[in-house]
Nanobody, 125 residues
C-alpha cells in the first residue's frame, strides 16, 4: 500500500486542522492505521492509531481529547482531526499502515510497514 499525507499548514494556537492520508491498494481496508509525528531534534512519536478488526482507537496522552483518528474505507482515506492545537504540536506528521498489529505494539513506529511522506504542521503562539 502507498500512503499520501496532506492537510498540514501554519495555524495559530487554538485552531484546528484535519490531516488526510490517502491510500492506494485493493486491500486497504485490511490495514491498521496510525499517525506519528516528529519535531525538530526529537524522535518520532506516536500520536494515534485505529485498529482495523474492531475500530478501537488509541491516543497519546498529549493529544487525548483534542485529536481524533477516523477512516473512510470507501475513500481509502484515514483522517486526523486536530483541535485546540498548541505550539508543542508543531511537527511533521506521518501516517502509517500495517496489518495484524499487536495491541501492545500499536504505539511503536517499528510495528508499521508502510509510511507516507509526512506533512508539516506548525502552530504559532
Amino acid at each position: 500500500v502507498q500512503l499520501q499525507a496532506s492537510g498540514g499548514g501554519l495555524v495559530q494556537a487554538g485552531s484546528s486542522l484535519r490531516l488526510s492520508c490517502a491510500a492506494s491498494g485493493r486491500t486497504w481496508s485490511e490495514y491498521d492505521m496510525g499517525w506519528f509525528r516528529q519535531a525538530p531534534g526529537k524522535e518520532r512519536e506516536f500520536v494515534a492509531a485505529k485498529r482495523r478488526r474492531d475500530s478501537v482507537t488509541y491516543y497519546a496522552d498529549s493529544v487525548k481529547g483534542r485529536f481524533t483518528i477516523s477512516r473512510d474505507n470507501a475513500k481509502n482515506t484515514v483522517y486526523l482531526q486536530m483541535n485546540s492545537l498548541k505550539p508543542e504540536d508543531t511537527a511533521v506528521y506521518y501516517c502509517a499502515a500495517t496489518t495484524g498489529i499487536i495491541t501492545s505494539s500499536i504505539r511503536s513506529s517499528s510495528s508499521y510497514k508502510h509510511w507516507g511522506q509526512g506533512t508539516q504542521v506548525t502552530v504559532s503562539s
